[in-house]
């Protein structure tokens, strides 16, 4: 893969009143490695791709955040990878017919020595098990344990971002934003009492490529008349995770996952998972 700059729109990076780094809507920087993952979303009566055993393939969806965790942990292994990415429209019955019969019919899932692993957490666990590269959940059992209760605390963050997203209520959106600012609260006070650029030391670990995908879309909320959480630390936080190469060769702005969000909202319309491509 070339990793080299190309000028593929006017773009510009916008820095937003409480720090935080954004794409702007007209502008990015694209770099090649980018624009790798943009291939189309495979859908009913698509081939299925040639599987050679022992190489690594991941089914993914360019916009999928527990994907995204996988994606972030295998780069952050340097791990080279095939990326597959599948057309999930299930209104529309859009799911290729050999991904169903293979899988949960969810991505992410690893395929390697004919082995297909689906679930974020499982995936991202096995790929720091079973290849060489840096550690990144720690080696301490008791710490590794401690960082997986603060991923169940920030899981529950979740649904408040989904309603907030979805619901098209101001009034349900906005307790749905308060609820959220709650509980990022232990999040933002375990990044302080760390005390390091990231959760995962001086470099980003495990915990920190399981949450970035959520901390990635919260600048979608100004596209619905609500700030961007402002928390000091966690503010430091998403700048110090926008520089790291893997966020910067994979994450999309926020006006990409807006307008990808946004099409859930007409039920009637097929989502179009391939609008970066067009
Ligand atoms: N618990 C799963 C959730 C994965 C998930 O919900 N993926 C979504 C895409 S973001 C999906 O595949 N949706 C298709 C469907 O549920 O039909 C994980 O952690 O991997």
Same mark, same amino acid.
């Given at each position: ?30 770099? %090649?490695?980018? =624009? ?7 859908? $009913?009566?698509?081939? &299925?791709?040639? /599987?050679? !055993? ?42 290729? %017919?050999?991904? =169903? ?7 992410? $899932?690893?395929?390697? &020595?004919?082995? /297909?692993? !689906? ?160």
């Amino acid at each position: 893969m070339i990793f080299q700059i190309k000028m593929l729109k006017q773009y510009s990076v916008k820095i937003i009143k409480n720090g935080v780094k954004m794409f702007s809507s007209t502008s990015i920087l694209r770099s %090649e490695s980018q =624009l790798a993952w943009n291939t189309p979303h495979l859908a $009913v009566g698509s081939a &299925k791709p040639a /599987i050679d !055993p022992n190489k690594v393939y991941l089914y993914n969806m360019r916009f999928c955040p527990y994907a995204e965790r996988a994606v972030l942990s295998l780069m952050a292994k340097n791990i080279q990878f095939e990326n597959i990415n599948i057309n999930l429209n299930f209104r529309q019955k859009q799911k290729p %017919e050999w991904f =169903l019969e293979e899988t949960f019919g969810q991505v992410p $899932v690893l395929l390697y &020595k004919d082995n /297909i692993i !689906p679930e974020s957490l499982i995936v991202c666990d096995l790929i720091d098990e079973l290849f060489e590269g840096p550690k990144l959940y720690p080696e301490d059992p008791m710490e590794k344990a401690n960082d997986k209760v603060l991923l169940a605390i920030f899981d529950r963050l979740r649904p408040s971002f989904f309603k907030i997203v979805w619901s098209s209520d101001q009034d349900a959106k906005s307790v749905a934003y308060e609820d959220l600012c709650e509980k990022l609260k232990p999040i933002e006070e375990e990044y302080l009492k760390r005390g390091t650029a990231f959760f995962g030391g001086e470099n980003p670990g495990m915990l920190d490529w399981l949450m970035w995908p959520w901390f990635e879309r919260l600048p979608v909320f100004t596209h619905m008349n609500l700030p961007v959480p402002h928390f000091p630390g966690l503010n430091a936080y998403q700048q110090a995770m926008w520089n790291t190469e893997p966020v910067k060769k994979y994450g999309l702005s926020a006006d990409e996952h807006f307008q990808f969000l946004k099409q859930f909202s007409d039920k009637t319309t097929p989502i179009d998972y391939d609008f970066l491509i067009k």
